[in-house]
């Protein structure tokens, strides 16, 4: 088999994920012997053009540029892969999704009448994404799995359920029985619960778990005295663009 | 057989084992406990975190590693055997029916290797745990078998009960004093005592025929509303058992490791197939089955109840979803 060409693209978004590509670089160069990554602005100079039998895209999509861009990568790529919480869910930045954009923009922007946003959403809303990789940033361990993945042909095992599993697996005292909101038991794991861990609660940055009971959660976070605002702060935060965690703010905001 | 230990000999006891086993023993962790190698034994802790099985089968594995290219396997086995001082009477009932699971038709020789060259130091609960209800299944607050060595809080001093020829070679070893009957005496009225101030019960008075008449039952479609199908229930409960198995390839994709980490029946891929078939699709189907395993399915297949009443997956889920509550809406608020 040839080497795999790989290619890293960048959107709406911080770089943070593709740091962590650079974090594993000690890793990655055992593995670099298996795959050419040929296209990666951010860590080299040179840079192929496509078709790409890999393409790893980081950031959300928030203007009309970006939306044909994003075409044009999904068509030069052969498996597309959603690199973290931007481009999975449109991340931090969607928020904004919930305030309208004529009071937004003025408040960031001294030339706002030149801008030409759109909402702001992760990539899958405008092309078919073969494989997503969550988390802000996304967990190395998980990234060098799909690595592994994509080479072997088989599909890594990414963990899809709540994070208090995990939570649980470390034996943290739990900090919503402590009376902390903590976003745990609707937030998809793999991260190792590193937030509970370290005595922060989840904020959720993955989205949501696969069974995700946000009704039933927010119950409780309501009978916990959290007052409505805040609970759409919490679930407006990271990945408000998915579906459960849209019904919550569209419903508390 | 009984024997005396003054308390302030319990870490001789624990460095006498060390010698010879990785000894876990229930430690402090914030306002919780969990059996850790390491820390200085609370021994009147209420309920740990994860159950003491994690001695035995731990949360995550290596079964084995293999190379890909020659095909060559080898299988990973502990260096020193294990030792749990300080297991409640539930936990060690659970042990006895995790020993049911993994050593009985099918043996688990990770398993098997660990509990036959194992030691359990047990201790009796002089005070009944808030969400504990092992009376119920004749688990607690006493234990009856399946020791090396019983413990029970006399105040300043534990009476030591032995129960296998290994544990009477350690006793000698420590050299203990005899107990008089007074002490025997003591101890037994405190379990006693502790056994009749437990608040909670199931009635198992005819719940598997119950059970059978309640397996479409509306109850679960309202566990179905309230469970948030976090998984938290299966990781801290003592008597769960199933587990998942994934390769993880080095870096070179030659070698690798074959991992089994602990699964639950509450998570939606579960009991997922190819395709993406799954056969507990609804929450109320996985709510069912981890109840109806417990206390229906189990007895059919092992004669017990698989519930040992250590009421932890009610104490760390958020929901508070109870089996002693649970049971007593199907038998209809009786
Ligand atoms: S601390 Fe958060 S993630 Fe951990 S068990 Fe509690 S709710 Fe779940
Ligand atoms: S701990 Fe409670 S909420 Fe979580 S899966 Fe178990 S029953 Fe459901
Ligand atoms: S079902 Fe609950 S009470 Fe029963 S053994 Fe498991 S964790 Fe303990």
Redesign the pocket.
């Given at each position: 088999m040839a080497k795999p060409k790989v290619a890293i693209f960048k959107f709406a978004s911080c770089g943070g994920c593709q740091l962590q590509l650079l974090n594993i670089e000690d890793k990655l160069l055992d593995i670099i012997g298996a795959i050419d990554i040929v296209y990666f602005p951010m860590g080299k100079s040179e840079n192929l053009e496509g078709p790409y039998d890999v393409g790893l895209v980081e950031g959300a999509i928030t203007c009309a540029e970006e939306i044909e861009r994003i075409k044009k990568v999904r068509a030069s790529c052969r498996i597309l892969v959603a690199l973290g919480a931007c481009a999975c869910y449109g991340g931090i930045q969607s928020s904004r999704n919930w305030m309208p954009q004529r009071e937004l923009e003025p408040k960031v922007y001294e030339h706002w009448e030149a801008l030409s946003s759109t909402k702001c959403f992760g990539i899958d809303e405008y092309v078919p994404v073969d494989l997503h990789l969550h988390g802000c940033p996304v967990d190395r361990e998980e990234l060098l799995e799909v690595i592994k993945g994509l080479l072997m042909g088989t599909r890594a095992y990414l963990r899809p359920h709540?994070?208090?599993?995990?939570?649980?697996l470390r034996e943290?005292?739990?900090?919503?029985?402590?009376g902390?909101p903590?976003?745990?038991?609707v937030?998809r794991a793999g991260c190792g619960?590193v937030?509970?861990?370290n005595g922060a609660?989840?904020s959720a940055c993955r989205g949501p778990a696969n069974d995700a009971n946000v009704e039933s959660f927010v119950e409780s976070l309501k009978e916990m005295g959290i007052p409505d605002e805040q609970i759409a702060r919490m679930f407006r935060r990271d990945a408000s663009t998915a579906k459960p965690f849209a019904k919550v703010v569209s419903m508390y905001g | 057989m009984a024997f005396v230990l003054p308390k302030s000999e319990l870490r001789r006891v624990i460095d006498e084992l060390s010698k010879d086993y990785r000894v876990f023993r229930p430690v402090a962790k914030g306002s919780e406990f969990v059996f850790d190698e390491e820390g200085e034994p609370a021994m009147d802790y209420d309920t740990t975190i994860l159950p003491p099985k994690k001695a035995f089968l731990p949360p995550e594995e290596t079964m084995f590693t293999f190379k890909r290219e020659t095909f060559h396997v080898e299988e990973v086995t502990d260096e020193k055997p294990v030792a749990v001082v300080g297991i409640h009477p539930c936990d060690l009932r659970a042990l006895h029916l995790l020993d049911k699971v993994f050593t009985g038709e099918f043996v688990d020789p990770y398993y098997m290797r660990r509990r036959q060259s194992g030691f359990v130091v047990a201790i009796n609960c002089v005070k009944p745990c808030e969400h504990g209800f092992c009376t119920s299944f004749d688990a607690g607050p006493g234990a009856k078998e399946g020791y090396d060595l019983l413990l029970t809080d006399l105040g300043d001093k534990y009476l030591v009960e032995v129960g296998s020829d290994r544990g009477k070679s350690f006793v000698d070893r420590l050299g203990l004093d005899s107990a008089s009957s007074a002490d025997v005496e003591k101890a037994k009225e405190l379990v006693e005592e502790a056994a009749r101030s437990m608040a909670r019960r199931i009635d198992t008075h005819g719940l598997v025929e119950l059970l059978r008449m309640r397996i479409e039952h509306q109850h679960w479609a309202e566990l179905e509303a309230r469970c948030l199908s976090?998984g938290?229930c299966n990781v801290v409960c003592p008597t769960c058992y199933c587990y998942n198995v994934v390769d993880k390839l080095d870096l070179g994709l030659n070698e690798g490791a074959r991992i089994r980490t602990w699964d639950s029946c509450l998570l939606l891929e579960f009991a997922e197939v190819a395709l993406g078939g799954n056969f507990r699709r609804e929450r109320s189907a996985r709510i069912r089955q981890r109840i109806l395993h417990k206390l229906l399915h189990f007895v059919d297949q092992y004669g017990e109840f698989g519930c040992v009443g250590c009421g932890r997956c009610v104490k760390?889920c958020?929901k508070k979803i109870d089996p002693v509550e649970i049971v007593e809406v199907l038998r209809g608020g009786a």
């Open positions: 709540s994070v208090c599993m995990e939570c649980k943290n005292e739990c900090l919503f029985l402590k902390i903590c976003m745990g038991p937030a619960a937030c509970p861990s609660p989840c | 976090c938290l760390y958020i």
